[in-house]
């Protein structure tokens, strides 16, 4: 079974510093990809996704992610983070069958200013 | 609304109590997903819905939990004699689906938060 690793569960950056979330995947063919993010009171929000072709991939609030087959990671990345990026993130993968997502533990970001 | 609508956001009951949870989800979507959320974990998969029928309801826990999506648009997650450890937030979700597939992009509602006494 299809399985999505989160190691670092809180991160903290300071305003206008990069940023790299890290993610980890099991499964035995090339799955799709996605992350998420979790603001408090609002449902999970799609950031970006990757289903084949161009490793990296470009997602919504400036947000990048590359798929690494050789180290099965899914690392999310921006260049500048913004205090309004403070949220959680999950890292999920779907094995394409059509039918359930597989969500890591999350990763909850904390910005400074 | 354009979005996946579920209702209540809130529901608190007492041990044993039944308990429903509503999901509108997008209009067109037939593909419709309950997840549950405990404190400090990602999303957990309950069950999946295309059409009417559960295509995959392998992630519930038990005989307590149940869905229902009757006219393939709106779904009802039932809990039956609830536990404590039913506390969580329950997520519904819907997707689209072309020539028979879905896309795999999960829209997700804000959640009914469940609190068991």
């Known amino acids: 079974a299809q399985s999505v690793t989160q190691p670092d569960i809180h991160i903290t950056v300071s305003e206008g510093a990069s940023l790299e979330l890290r993610c980890n995947y099991s499964?035995?063919?090339?799955?799709?990809l996605f992350w998420y993010v979790q603001s408090p009171g609002q449902g999970l929000q799609l950031l970006l996704k990757y289903f084949s072709g161009d490793t990296l991939v470009q997602g919504i609030k400036g947000f990048e992610a590359e798929f690494k087959r050789s180290q099965s990671s899914f690392n999310l990345r921006k260049p500048s983070v913004h205090w309004s990026d403070a949220a959680e993130y999950f890292c999920a993968v779907n094995t394409g069958t059509a039918s359930k997502l597989t969500f890591g533990t999350g990763t909850r970001l904390q910005v400074t200013l | 609304g354009a979005g996946v609508s579920q209702t209540p956001s809130n529901k608190v009951t007492e041990k044993g109590k039944y308990v429903e949870l509503r999901c509108d989800p997008i209009?067109?979507?037939?593909?419709l997903y309950w997840y549950r959320q405990s404190l400090g974990q990602g999303p957990e998969f309950l069950i999946y819905f295309q059409g009417t029928g559960a295509a995959d309801d392998s992630g519930l826990p038990n005989d307590r939990f149940f869905a229902v999506r009757p006219e393939g648009s709106v779904s009802t997650l039932k809990i039956q004699r609830t536990e404590r450890g039913d506390s969580a937030v329950y997520l519904c979700?819907?997707?689209?689906?072309?020539?028979?597939?879905?896309?795999?992009?999960?829209?997700f509602g804000e959640g009914s938060r469940l609190t068991v006494l």
């Open positions: 499964y035995g063919a090339t799955p799709y």
């Open positions: 209009s067109g979507h037939t593909a």
């Open positions: 979700a819907s997707s689209l689906t072309l020539a028979g597939v879905t896309t795999g992009e999960l829209f």
